[in-house]
């Protein structure tokens, strides 16, 4: 089992910055892929970003690329969202996830752990 514990949300203005976090306790993270997906109010869960924690390696949704950053603290064993520019649109609540892998599956049926997720809100 993994443990996961988000935080970081809030309620900001356009063009804000956010830095979310996930901390990841219960197994040693070698084997895992961390990522990032967001649910709005209706819509379905959204894959934002993911990062195998071995190596580093990350992907993105095409959608946030260029504003969006994944990292981790090995350390802490915590992932990091950096949310930069953010719009009214990423409006979501936000949720952390792992999955035991070496490969980023941007389905959402495909992880296995997850957090409670964190608010974010964007408005002016």
């Known amino acids: 089992q993994v443990q996961l514990v988000e935080s970081g949300g809030g309620s900001v203005q356009p063009g804000d910055s956010l830095r979310l976090s996930c901390a990841a306790s219960?197994?040693?993270?070698?084997?895992?892929?961390m990522g990032w997906f967001r649910q709005a109010p209706g819509k379905d869960r959204e894959f934002m970003a993911g990062?195998?924690?071995?190596?580093?390696?990350?992907k993105y949704a095409d959608s946030i690329k260029d504003r969006f950053t994944i990292s981790r603290d090995n350390a802490e064993n915590t992932v990091y969202l950096l949310l930069n520019n953010l719009r009214p649109e990423d409006t979501a609540l936000y949720y952390c996830?792992?999955?035991?892998?070496?490969?980023?599956?941007?389905?959402?049926?495909?992880?296995?752990?997850w957090g409670q997720g964190t608010q974010v809100t964007v408005s002016s």
């Open positions: 219960g197994r040693t993270l070698s084997t895992y892929v």
């Open positions: 990062i195998v924690w071995s190596t580093g390696s990350t």
């Open positions: 996830a792992a999955e035991y892998n070496f490969y980023i599956r941007t389905s959402a049926a495909a992880w296995t752990f």
